[in-house]
């Protein structure tokens, strides 16, 4: 398993941008499929985005968001665009042996990191 890290979180107007940064431990970096999740106050976490050879997303970010790594920094990016009021919750970095597109199927997650949009 991998150890990972997030950072970036914070406050932004809609329309604003923000940046996730998550970084994980461990020589085998490369080979972990990465994702991200969000769980909103009283909601269930949800799947956003993920990366292996290819890229995935979820149809309420697609076009805003974009999912990226950087397998020599063992890390792995979210950058938000156009955030929505309702992209408000806290996201929590993902690692698993295949495509994530649902938390089954993730095996290590990060403590997650809080990000707050006002309108």
């Known amino acids: 398993q991998v150890q990972l890290v997030e950072s970036g979180g914070g406050l932004a107007q809609a329309g604003g941008s923000l940046r996730l940064s998550c970084a994980a431990s461990?020589?085998?970096?490369?080979?972990?499929?990465m994702g991200w999740f969000r769980q909103a106050p009283g909601k269930e976490r949800e799947f956003v985005a993920a990366?292996?050879?290819?890229?995935y997303y979820a149809d309420s970010v697609k076009g805003r968001f974009t999912i990226s790594r950087d397998n020599d920094k063992n890390t792995v990016y979210l950058q938000m665009n156009s955030l929505k009021p309702e992209d408000t919750a806290t996201y929590y970095c993902?690692?698993?042996?295949?495509?994530?597109?649902?938390?089954?199927?993730?095996?290590?997650w990060g403590q997650g990191t809080q990000v707050t949009v006002s309108s």
């Open positions: 990366i292996s050879w290819y890229t």
């Open positions: 993902a690692a698993g042996p295949l495509m994530i597109t649902t938390d089954k199927g993730v095996s290590s």
């Open positions: 461990g020589r085998t970096f490369s080979s972990y499929s």
